[in-house]
């Protein structure tokens, strides 16, 4: 089948056959360049295409049974097509090989280009099926690896004392200490997800394992209780950089934006200054709960407290109320729900679920909604939500801690702490 080197295979001719007699390959091949010598011409002859590399070597198959003998011939050529139909009706007059009866008939010419033209394009399709493939793969894990960087860190615990931290505190080349759980969960809104809660005035010994070799920030609340805990920090751990929420307000109540803002440019800040941004105030004089935080402050410096800066707890009429919510349990269903959400479900007498939103929107869709009497709220009730909730008709609140509260509504508020749900 093969052509000499200078030869280009264009057509394939096939043809069956079918012999009066037993023969060989021999025999078919001989008869071919034999019996069509002289039928169209010297320049036609068989054995001069291939010497200038027309016709190929011809490839013959034969098959002998009860004194028959059957089979197939293929050329190959690289003629025209005219030169090739007129060898193909010359070999189908052939009707004798040696001294037996013979029959030849032409099967087909296959076009070989047209058959590599489909290999090509089949291969081509191939090819960019591949390509699209891989493409389609690197963009979907270019793209999973930009959400993965959207989404919020997890919230994890560290030491035997299982503070609250963000999972980055294991890699990241900054330590952020900020007061309580809260505060860590509120980074991570942020996108700071290398965040750790000291937990109270006294430092865990396993804050100094954690810290050791890495750069440390304190981002503390902008009140009195803050100042004490930072003394305390900047004794017990080398405090890089000092970052301080508002004056008045904690690192809890900040909003992402405001967090960002914060500690956006940590590296370009020089080693130990203190850094205490100006942003938006609530209106309104501050006023602080008492809380474990001043019980701090009572404890370690009685001295810088008045009554002009500290005022007793809002006080929650009805006491029999916490034993009521306590024992509820669509409350404890939702408090295991809302946990760690950043959420508020919006539930109606019945205690059936109204709403269930982020809790940075909860205020607007009370505007928005009627019929709801408890809301439960995974962060911190403030005097807005309040506010709020005294217009939409709301009854009671339960959430994790109280904010800055100017006035006592005739609305029942109640920790998840004070029922012992924490």
């Not at 803050?226 to 305390?232: A, Y």
Request: with cysteine.
């Amino acid at each position: 089948m093969d052509l000499p080197s200078t030869g280009i295979v264009k057509y394939h001719v096939k043809l069956s056959f079918e012999v009066d007699g037993l023969v060989e390959k021999a025999d078919i091949i001989g008869a071919i360049f034999g019996q069509t010598e002289g039928l169209l011409g010297p320049e036609m002859n068989l054995n001069e295409l291939q010497k200038v590399s027309k016709v190929g070597r011809i490839e013959v198959n034969v098959d002998t049974k009860s004194n028959i003998a059957k089979g197939d011939a293929l050329i190959p050529m690289s003629t025209d097509i005219s030169t090739a139909a007129l060898i193909a009706a010359a070999i189908e007059s052939i009707d004798k090989v040696g001294p037996f009866q013979a029959q030849f008939v032409l099967s087909g010419i296959d076009d070989i280009r047209a058959i590599k033209k489909k290999v090509i394009v089949d291969r081509a399709k191939k090819i960019v099926q591949e390509w699209a493939t891989k493409t389609i793969s690197e963009g979907e894990e270019m793209l999973k690896d930009v959400y993965d960087a959207s989404k919020p860190g997890k919230l994890t615990s560290f030491g035997k004392a299982q503070l609250a931290c963000g999972t980055g505190v294991f890699n990241s080349e900054w330590i952020i200490l900020v007061e309580g759980r809260a505060d860590v969960i509120n980074l991570l809104r942020a996108g700071f997800d290398n965040a750790i809660a000291i937990e109270g005035a006294k430092i865990d010994e396993s804050i100094k394992t954690l810290t050791d070799g890495k750069k440390v920030i304190a981002f503390l609340d902008g009140d009195r209780a803050g100042d004490l805990i930072l003394k305390e920090l900047q004794g017990l751990v080398n405090i890089e950089k000092v970052y301080r929420a508002p004056q008045g307000r904690e690192v809890e109540e900040c909003t992402p934006l405001e967090i960002s803002e914060i500690l956006g440019n940590i590296s370009e800040t020089p080693k130990g200054e203190l850094v205490s941004r100006k942003l938006t105030q609530f209106s309104g004089q501050k006023k602080y709960h008492k809380s474990d935080k001043e019980k701090i402050i009572s404890q370690q410096a009685p001295q810088v407290l008045s009554q002009q800066n500290i005022i007793e707890p809002v006080t929650i009429e009805n006491d029999s109320s916490k034993d009521n919510i306590e024992h509820n349990p669509v409350i404890r269903e939702i408090y295991s729900q809302i946990n760690e959400s950043l959420e508020a479900i919006l539930l109606d007498s019945s205690m059936n679920t109204i709403i269930k939103v982020p809790v940075s929107e909860i205020v607007k869709k009370l505007d928005d909604t009627t019929g709801g009497k408890v809301l439960i709220l995974d962060g911190i009730v403030t005097q807005r939500l309040i506010d709020a909730s005294d217009k939409a008709g709301i009854a009671q609140i339960v959430g994790h801690r109280l904010a800055a509260i100017k006035r006592n509504p005739s609305i029942k508020i109640n920790t998840f702490n004070e029922i012992g749900l924490k």
